[in-house]
């Protein structure tokens, strides 16, 4: 086997355990394995692939020498966008996979159905589908309607 192909950007991830978060990633999301490296005296993975849609993620288990999980962090700022088929549905399978969701799916103003879960690892991912274009002119005139009536808008602000 050659060495496999990369898109041009790929995130990394941490985990905790870094063998079930694949099996999930797999239940969830529909990820195929690509390869993973694991060390021989802990059994531990230090880097695996997944393919995901038509992107790439990949993943460790944590080492605090050079990595932390969200779930030692206490949470993440950063949140992974999936476009799949179907929000709902996709929302659905990674709930019964184990993921909690955050926010169900929801027609947004930018032309997109859009959802939330958390992963059991504490990674957080959008899970959305197009449902009409929008132009970002367009978009921001949305925008601008919708801040004035949202909560965190006036927080953002101060």
Sequence with gaps: MSTPSYPAFSPYITVTNAAEAI????????????????DKATGKIGHAELSLNDGLLMLSDENPAWNKSPQTLGGTPVKFCLMVENADAAIAKAAAAGATVQMPATDMFY?????????????????????????????QKRWDNMTGE???SKDAAK
């Design 111 to 139: 032309g997109f159905r859009s959802g939330c879960v958390c992963d059991p690892y504490g990674h957080i991912w959008l899970l959305q589908h197009e449902i009409e274009k929008v132009s970002p002119e367009e978009m």
């Design 23 to 38: 099996a999930f990633y797999e239940k969830a999301f529909g990820a195929k394995e690509r390869f993973r490296l694991t």
């Design 150 to 152: 949202c909560p965190a």
